[in-house]
């Protein structure tokens, strides 16, 4: 009996599920809670514990435990325990939960080689996220592994509760995130119209709007507590404790009107700078819950919105709304998203469980025998032989409760040879039928998970005729997906020619049908030797603004490094011919052959992601800083000129991202990134909305750039160029041509080349990128060719200088199109 396992790896709690195919078995944890809370405590004398007494303990000696390290995965933030001065990554955290999780299940199963398991991922999550939970499971010592989208899971699971036809949303709002997608089932088959969510958002933010707007004006209202206790580490134990006991109440108003946010003195034993014993004792309604956390209700209906947008539905073509996630038990919650989006709600699934088992019921349609983790074929075939040219195609994988098996015979049979099918778990038989090419029989599936059959055929005078293969396994599934879309655009970034603007060549849209294959041809844009120094990028993005290309997410880059090949070069404009596949779960995959020197080159060697440039949220101030600063410049001098809610919306992101990088805390951070983010994604929509004005603004920026920086230095036959430029551009604004960022980067790149002549703007741009450490994916290279950098400058060495500078901003990662002249991709669009 084959074990298909799922498991939801959640911010706040986990959960382990096991389906054979047939029946499916929620694995509780050894305090026998279908969940296990995502933490991990350790004690001082080293002794380790994960789950529900983690959990308990955290509160109290919150320097030894570990918590809420999803939302960290795919960066380089560390986990630290000063308690026990051990310092972990996210990655390591939560292969402790998933080695915990897995050992729940009997040892039969665990080490059985044919064991499968999905584990869940947020729709969010993007290709460094995903690589990091992959090297969970590896450290966790997991076997198969393959991921897949929690909002797809969260379909299987309500069909398997709910087989009626109809399209229907699915709300998952967990304790670190938000997944919406829309499903349609017909006949047992779901289709995923579309899915969105948000990275941060759920029950975790719901607890720190409490800590932040009830709890610490309490304290400081009523002890003597200085204004910025919330940093101060003489309280981090109220804190945690305070937080713990907010959460408690926010659980608590799920079933009552009224809950209270407490803890006497002898749990806290923490005094005041007046040395009064502090204590907790605030009255919390639902009203003034609901009060707080409208703001990311808000949000979340919005989201929902825009994956109905996708789809091109409203809502009165959507059935019902199911909830999935812990806060989703509150019912004011529901009562309100609901209403706001007018469908009906439902609460067909387990809120709590839904996600892992959905994700055990998707693990029994995995190929595990395969490399690429692909789904099972849903059509078999049997030769039969037997001295005949016989072969039986019938549906290996149905919902339905019957399935076709069809006869396909080469050549003709005497007459009355007939054929048979019988079952081998319930008896039935469809009696003798006449063999002749396409017969076809509906054999009946008596029930979920495999059912076998036997084949018999008999020739003219009735005796039985011997079989090469007469054994057939039809599976009845829960459901079956036939379509789960992509929820993000992934793009290449390559220049349109040598020289030209940096584009995106898409590997996968947002809403393509996933699993998605093909290839591409790149060339490359500057030669590279065997053993050189430098390398080929390609660059990957994720999302789909078009201009400029570095206002997406960045989330990896393939390198094909001079030390990857030992002889040969790599000529300027040699093909690059490149495979790739996007897989159901969005992983990516790619694989770049060069004729030229017979090289093959594949991502999972050397593919930025979990190991190099990644974000550490406890350093990114300055990063945050310097982002926010740079869209909120965008946004005012665009807002001067045109009149666009959105662009409000994107200020009041700013202006939020601005105030939670200013916090010490990684979640804050992280939050902070995302706001920006989100932030460049409307204002990329209001250009799209008003792309004259926009545009206009944009020349008027260059031309007064050049005017006032460049044209001193220009010469005669540069500025003239120049001005005809601005002049060409001007009647691509006027004739809405699509030229006018192709002539606008030319600008840009014109007044840069008379730029890097000016020994003193070489000397200047080297001091600028030193103090950018978090543009660059590699902090010890970074170090290192800034001190070269030094010391030329200090010898006066100006062509070694400018050598160093353009290495520096070859390697940089985080540009934006007015400083992107030397760094990016070197690949062209084939």
């Not at 036809?165 to 304790?175: A, E, P, Q």
């Not at 706001?340 to 995995?366: Q, Y």
């Not at 209001?686 to 230095?713: G, T, Y």
Request: aromatic letters at 6%; one cysteine or more.
């Amino acid at each position: 009996m084959k074990n298909y396992i799922g498991i939801d790896l959640g911010t706040t709690n986990s959960a382990i599920c096991a389906y054979d195919g047939e029946n499916l078995r929620l694995f509780k944890s050894p305090d026998q809670n279908d969940v296990t809370p995502s933490a991990i405590f350790i004690d001082k004398r080293s002794n380790k514990y994960v789950g529900k007494r983690a959990y308990d303990n955290a509160a109290r000696s919150p320097e030894n435990a570990a918590t809420l390290f999803k939302r960290l995965m795919g960066t380089s933030t560390p986990v630290r325990l000063p308690g026990i001065d051990l310092t972990l990554t996210p990655e390591e955290c939560s292969s402790e939960i998933l080695r915990v999780l897995f050992g729940y299940l009997p040892e039969e199963i665990r080490n059985a080689p044919d064991t499968g398991t999905v584990i869940t991922v947020p729709a969010a999550f993007n290709q460094m996220q995903k690589d990091a939970t992959m090297a969970a499971a590896e450290m966790a010592g997991l076997g198969n592994v393959a991921l897949m989208q929690e909002p797809v899971a969260a379909v299987m699971s309500v069909m398997r509760h709910r087989k009626s036809d109809g399209t229907f949303l699915v709300y998952d709002l967990g304790g670190g995130t938000l997944d919406i997608a829309i499903a349609q089932s017909i006949n047992g088959r779901v289709s995923l119209l579309s899915h969105g969510g948000i990275a941060m958002c759920g029950g975790r933010d719901f607890d720190r709007l409490l800590l932040d707007n009830v709890v610490k004006p309490w304290l400081l209202a009523n002890f003597d507590l200085p204004e910025d206790f919330s940093t101060d580490k003489r309280y981090a134990m109220l804190r945690h404790l305070a937080t713990w006991a907010a959460e408690k109440a926010k659980i608590e108003l799920s079933s009552s009107d009224e809950a209270v946010i407490t803890l006497d003195d002898s749990e806290l034993r923490v005094r005041d700078a007046s040395g009064t014993d502090i204590y907790l004792d605030i009255a919390l309604t639902r009203e003034r819950l609901d009060e707080l956390i409208s703001e990311k209700v808000e949000e979340s209906i919005v989201a929902a919105r825009e994956a109905m947008d996708k789809a091109g539905l409203s809502s009165h073509d959507i059935g019902r709304m199911v909830f999935v996630g812990g806060p989703t038990q509150y019912k004011p919650l529901r009562d309100k998203v609901a209403f706001e989006l007018g469908i009906a709600a439902s609460t067909d699934v387990n809120f709590m469980t839904a996600v892992a088992e959905g994700a055990a019921v998707f693990a029994e349609s995995i190929d595990w025998a395969s490399q690429n983790r692909g789904r099972k074929s849903g059509r078999g075939s049997l030769a039969a032989g037997g001295g005949l040219e016989l072969s039986f195609s019938y549906q290996a994988r149905t919902p339905d409760l019957k399935a076709k098996m069809v006869a396909k015979l080469g050549g003709s049979a005497a007459q009355g040879t007939a054929f048979q099918i019988d079952s081998l778990d319930t008896g039935w038989s469809s009696g003798r039928v006449a063999l002749k090419d396409g017969a076809t029989i509906e054999v009946p599936l008596a029930k979920p998970g495999e059912n076998l059959f036997k084949v018999f055929v008999f020739d003219a005078a009735g005796g039985s005729v011997r079989l090469a293969e007469d054994k057939i396994a039809i599976s009845r599934t829960a459901a079956q997906i036939d379509a789960i879309p992509a929820s993000h655009s992934i793009g290449v970034e390559a220049r349109e020619k040598i020289g030209g603007r940096v584009v995106l060549d898409y590997l996968v849209r947002e809403g393509d049908q996933l699993p998605k294959g093909g290839n591409k041809t790149f060339k490359a844009e500057e030669s590279l030797r065997a053993g050189a120094a430098g390398s080929i990028k390609f660059k990957l993005w994720e999302g789909a603004i078009e201009d400029p290309v570095s206002d997406n997410r960045f989330v990896g880059m393939f390198e094909i490094k001079g030390s990857d090949f030992s002889d040969g070069v790599i000529a300027k404009g040699a093909d690059l011919l490149c495979k790739y596949e996007v897989r159901d779960s969005g992983n990516i995959v790619l694989e770049v052959s060069v004729p030229s020197i017979g090289g093959l080159f594949h991502s999972g060697r050397n593919f930025y992601s979990r190991l190099e440039g990644q974000i550490d949220y406890t350093k990114a101030a300055k990063r945050i800083q310097d982002e926010s600063e740079r869209v909120g410049a965008r946004l005012q001098e665009v807002a001067q000129h045109v009149d666009d809610s959105r662009l409000d919306q994107a200020r009041k992101r700013v202006d939020r991202a601005s105030r939670l990088g200013s916090e010490s805390d990684a979640e804050s951070a992280k939050q902070a990134m995302d706001d920006v983010q989100e932030a460049k994604k409307l204002l990329a929509q209001a250009r799209k909305q008003h792309l004259p004005v926009i545009r206009r603004i944009e020349l008027n920026k260059a031309v007064e750039f050049f005017d006032s920086a460049i044209r001193q230095f220009a010469r005669p036959a540069e500025a003239g160029a120049f001005d005809n430029l601005a002049k060409t551009a001007q009647r691509a604004i006027d004739h809405n041509s699509g030229d006018f960022e192709s002539l606008l980067d030319e600008m840009r790149r014109r007044n840069f080349l008379i730029l890097w002549r000016q020994d003193w703007f070489v000397m200047d741009r080297l001091k600028w990128l030193s103090d950018r450490p978090f543009e660059f994916p590699d902090a010890a290279e970074h170090e290192k060719l800034c001190r070269l950098g030094r010391q030329a400058a200090e010898s006066n060495d100006m062509d070694t200088l400018r050598q160093i500078v353009g290495q520096l901003d070859g390697i940089r990662v985080i540009t934006s199109s007015e400083d992107d002249m030397l760094a990016g991709s070197n690949i062209l669009v084939g």
